[in-house]
């Protein structure tokens, strides 16, 4: 059982494109590690960020942090921070765990693999996810993370999610550009 | 505390896994009739509406302006607006009342003034209104076809069994969006392989949507979202214009298209302006009625667990399906995705629309296991053709599906497996193998065919767009490959777009391939006896089962 990660973000000013073409930006929504600490099922997001620069780092690439504010969107801050990625691809992550692999020249709709069913996702997936995101960036067309699909997610956790994008939404600044960030993981002990 | 057995019982039934919450008016989650939402009113000079629900032209958002300008009939709404609610209300439930009578008024009042009407009404009145107000008389299905692999001949075995069942339209969507063209082309193929066809389409972004029913891959639209506040709508990069315009680009190519919105949307998408879903419902189907389109897919759709959660959920949807019948729309009215536990609750919801009929009563009844859903399962799936076809038999309903022996069914699937191995073929795509054929034939989900090689079909998927592939490829491929019979439907269908006959009210292609919609099939309910009647022949054909005792056995 991996230890849970309590996450730190540290704000290094406003982000720009790069010309970094090893970088793979994994894009944070508003509320990211702000009012929202854990996905809809209680995965700390420090472990989600762990997992995700792990995949990412397993191919080769650098994962960079960036946080949006402009929207709580996924497709809208996913394609912008496709955008300012030296190799035109992005990880976009909303606080409850949704997860998108976009990349610039896409239509901000459109995608090349999304992950929209949060209560399904453990660190398994969110690195597999990272590993395919550094495997575009190289230019490959990888085999998509297998889809996990369950009904009755919907059931239990719409309600949870839509309250969760509200708290989300509260923290959306239209006017605040991204921000560069750098993030600290400590372990935290359990309490049994 | 000592614990009480039964409600140790009853604690671990499946209602009680479903998310439930209170209502929350400051953040929109209330059903209907929020304290915050605007009491109607209507202020016109010089043939201009300057006020509208208590807001003042100059205080308009773009929703505001666009149906204060296109969606809302002028010249009748000052007499229109002086009708009391409860007087509407009244008119809908009683059967002396035409339908042209209550559209006519719907048209001319505003969003606010139509959800007041709402409000007076109970479930079996709205169900009562619901039988008169639908656009088509005869009752009808769409299905989803999905799966989790993107396998694209199980998707066309998938979707020829669904025709075979009875549904007019299928949709499907892509796992990995960039399969997109090889599930339409499956969809087209399945669909073209029983009777003359069935109408298809492919869920996407917006503008591969639109490519991809430009180039004739898919034969309507439907996927076209709408919101009820700006900040919603806006953020997905669109205004009430640029969504009246797509709706133009698909009807300048004769595609059928709705629009999609649904209660609980915009409190999913955090931005509610503290109005209750149903209000913000009522302004997209006037934006949408104003977008000149010819229908709705509503009901909540994807949304449903938000309405779902709070009192009065059921109500309101219900609602919302009865106001886009009331602005004169085809009404495609959800039970679409699953948002509960319980067979109870998805039943009863289900029954809402079931009894009075829709123009489609599921907008996405799950041709597939719900394993295979990619719109995240719904209300109903394969495994359920058993209860619904027995509801239909109980009830004396005609649901829209029928019952189907098992030798047409694996007959069915094979020739549309062996069709889509044809076009593969043909137009050089990655190859389907005899064993993949036979595996869709006798399949129940992906989990049963052997995988196919994701980055081929991908690649070969994307080369296809960029080569200019279209339906008109198909069809000759089909032709082609000696599939004459799947390539004289195909190439029906593509021609109906060009007589535009099914651009309009509620239009679906029959078994003889002929159009069926509002304007040659009007439902025309005025109480018993009238409207669509369950003729002697269908009823043969719904009542049927085979395990069933007869006098003769004994």
């Known amino acids: 059982m991996a230890k849970k990660l309590e996450l730190i973000l540290i704000e290094k000013g406003e982000a720009k494109r790069s010309g970094e073409a090893n970088e793979i930006v994994v894009a944070l929504s508003p509320s990211f590690g702000v009012q929202q600490k854990e996905t809809i099922i209680g995965m700390p997001l420090g472990n989600v960020l762990r997992e995700l620069a792990a995949g990412i780092e397993e191919e080769g690439f650098l994962p960079r942090f960036v946080k949006y504010y402009h929207s709580s969107d996924l497709s809208s801050f996913a394609n912008e921070a496709a955008k300012i990625s030296g190799s035109g691809i992005s990880v976009g992550i909303q606080s409850k765990g949704t997860c998108m692999i976009h990349q610039r020249d896409l239509e901000q709709l459109d995608n090349l693999e999304i992950f929209p069913q949060a209560p399904l996702y453990d660190g398994n997936v969110y690195r597999q996810i990272g590993k395919n995101a550094s495997k575009y960036g190289k230019g490959e067309i990888p085999n998509p993370v297998p889809t996990l699909n369950d009904q009755y997610a919907l059931a239990k956790y719409q309600i949870k999610a839509a309250l969760l994008h509200i708290k989300e939404t509260e923290l959306v600044d239209p006017h605040h550009p991204p921000m560069e960030m750098e993030v600290v993981l400590k372990e935290v002990e359990e309490d049994e | ?554």
């Not at chain 2, 010089?46 to 208590?54: A, F, K, L, Q, R």
């Not at chain 2, 085809?330 to 319980?342: K, M």
Request: glycine residues 8%; proline residues 4%.
């Open chain 2, 1 to 554: 505390m000592r614990r009480s057995k039964r409600f140790e019982v009853l604690e671990n039934r499946p209602v009680n896994l479903d998310g439930f919450s209170e209502e929350w008016a400051e953040v929109g989650l209330i059903a209907m009739e929020s304290p915050y939402d605007p009491l109607p009113s209507i202020e016109i000079r010089n043939g201009v509406i300057v006020e509208m629900d208590g807001k003042r032209r100059e205080e308009f958002d773009s929703i505001d302006l666009f149906i204060a300008t296109y969606g809302i009939h002028i010249p009748a709404a000052e007499e229109s607006m002086k009708m009391k609610e409860l007087e509407i209300a009244r008119m809908l439930v009683d059967v002396n009342v035409p339908k042209e009578e209550l559209i006519r008024i719907a048209c001319s009042i505003t969003p606010a003034k139509l959800v007041r009407v709402m409000s007076y009404l109970n479930v079996v009145e709205i169900m009562m209104a619901q039988m008169k107000m639908r656009a088509r008389k005869t009752p009808a299905n769409q299905a989803h076809v999905t799966n989790l692999a993107d396998n694209p001949v199980l998707m066309a075995a998938d979707t020829a069994e669904a025709v075979l069942r009875g549904f007019v339209e299928l949709e499907t969507t892509a796992a990995v969006s960039r399969y997109a063209p090889f599930n339409a082309m499956a969809l087209l193929v399945g669909s073209a392989v029983v009777n003359r066809g069935v109408l298809s389409q492919c869920s996407l972004e917006e503008a591969t949507e639109l490519k991809l029913g430009l180039r004739g891959l898919t034969t309507y639209a439907e996927t076209v979202s709408v919101y009820g506040t700006e900040a919603v709508l806006t953020d997905g990069d669109d205004t009430p214009w640029s969504k009246g315009f797509l709706a133009a680009a698909y009807a300048s190519r004769g595609i059928k298209t709705r629009f999609t919105s649904g209660t609980g949307s915009e409190v999913l998408m955090g931005n509610t302006e503290k109005k209750s879903m149903l209000y913000l419902e009522a302004r997209c189907m006037y934006l949408t009625k104003a977008c000149g389109v010819q229908g709705t897919q509503n009901g909540s759709v994807s949304c449903i667990g938000v309405p779902g959660a709070v009192p009065g959920g059921f109500r309101a949807i219900a609602a919302e399906n009865l106001m886009a019948s009331m602005l004169g729309m085809e009404v495609a009215s959800g039970n679409d995705q699953t948002f509960t536990h319980s067979d109870i609750r998805r039943t009863s919801k289900l029954f809402m629309q079931l009894l009075p009929g829709t123009d489609f009563i599921t907008s996405g009844y799950s041709a597939t296991p719900n394993l295979d859903d990619i719109f995240a399962g719904s209300n109903t799936d394969c495994d359920d053709y058993d209860d619904w076809y027995v509801l239909q038999r109980d009830i004396h309903v005609d649901g829209g599906i029928q019952p189907v022996r098992q030798e047409e069914v694996i007959q069915t699937r094979h020739r549309a497996a062996k069709a889509m191995q044809g076009i593969f073929e043909n137009l050089g795509l990655p190859e389907i193998s005899d064993e993949e054929i036979e595996a869709a034939t006798y399949a129940y989900s992906s989990y049963d065919m052997p995988p196919r090689n994701i980055v081929e079909d991908i690649k070969a998927a994307e080369k296809f767009m960029e080569s200019g592939g279209s339906g008109i490829n198909v069809v000759k491929a089909l032709y082609d490959s000696g599939h004459h019979e799947e390539a004289e439907n195909l190439l029906g269908l593509l021609k109906q777009r060009v007589a535009g006959d099914y651009l309009q009210v509620a239009a679906i292609i029959d078994r003889e391939g002929r159009v069926k919609s509002a304007l040659n099939d009007e439902n025309n309910y005025c109480g018993p006896e009238t409207g669509y009647v369950i003729s002697e022949e269908r009823w043969q054909e719904l009542s049927s089962r085979e395990n069933v005792m007869s006098p003769r056995d004994f």
